[in-house]
């Protein structure tokens, strides 16, 4: 059994993967309101990326069990954490969930931004702990970026392979560090467009010139600007630059609670309606 931690727009992603993919998923929450919107939520990635041909269309699915109890998934394979991108509660829930779980059980951090090796620091075993950068939606892109801490051992690194080969994902692995190499990147470049608006302006340039598929605001929409805030604090505060210092604008929309696609409304109106 597979445990993810965190029923929001990546764990319920990650969740759909494995699903899909045969394996049984424990996906844990403590909020009632995420566990009742869950099993939904997993259906409709399921639904949607057999569509799309991005998850086997035959075969078995994996059984999808929801909880509070973080007890439940003491016997766990492999634990995944995509809980709220704060580093003293992914702290927490690592401390507590590698207590848990027997020793060498792979401990897989899904965190946008904070050093693997740190949140490594909180937990019984830091050599159980790497971290593994599902995209969203996970079960559309098959690129994982892969982090290795410096104390993650070769045993754990093994472990990483096999799980992503059994979900049919491909990795690069990189050192480790605040954002490793996308959100390095990334963050910094949606925070610089959010200085820039109007948003259609500068994704039409990034779609147009750039040949991607969206552009960084767009993207940002996607992320959920609240998650997008968090993780520019996170490089912010360990990088000491200022150009990951969240945007006003940004943080305006995080208060009036227009986290993008997730509300409805964010850099973009996505008919007022999550989506
Ligand atoms: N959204 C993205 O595009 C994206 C992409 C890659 C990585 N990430 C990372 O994945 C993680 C989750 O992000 P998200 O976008 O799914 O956030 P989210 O806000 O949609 O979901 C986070 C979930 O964690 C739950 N949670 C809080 N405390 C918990 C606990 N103690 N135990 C279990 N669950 C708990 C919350 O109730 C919430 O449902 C973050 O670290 C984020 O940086 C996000």
Redesign the pocket.
Known sequence: MIAV???????TGIAALAVGHGQAVTL????PA?RAAAEGAVRRHLRGGRLMGALPRTGPSGELVCTGD?ADVAGAATVIE????LPE??A??LAEVSALVAPGTLLLT????IPVDELAGSAARPEDVAGA????PPYLIRMVEVIRGPRTSDAAMAAVGDLLAALDREQVTVGDGPGFVINRILQRTINEAARIVPPDDVDALFRGCLGHRTGPLATAD???L??VA??LRVLHERTGDAGYAPCELLLEKVRAGQFGR?TGQGFYDHGGEPS
């Open positions: 931690l965190g029923a929001g727009v990546m764990g844990v929450d403590p909020d995420k973080l995509a809980v709220t991108e509660l992914k927490k829930v899904n965190t946008s931004a950068h599902f995209m969203n996607l992320i959920g609240d998650n968090d993780s997730k």
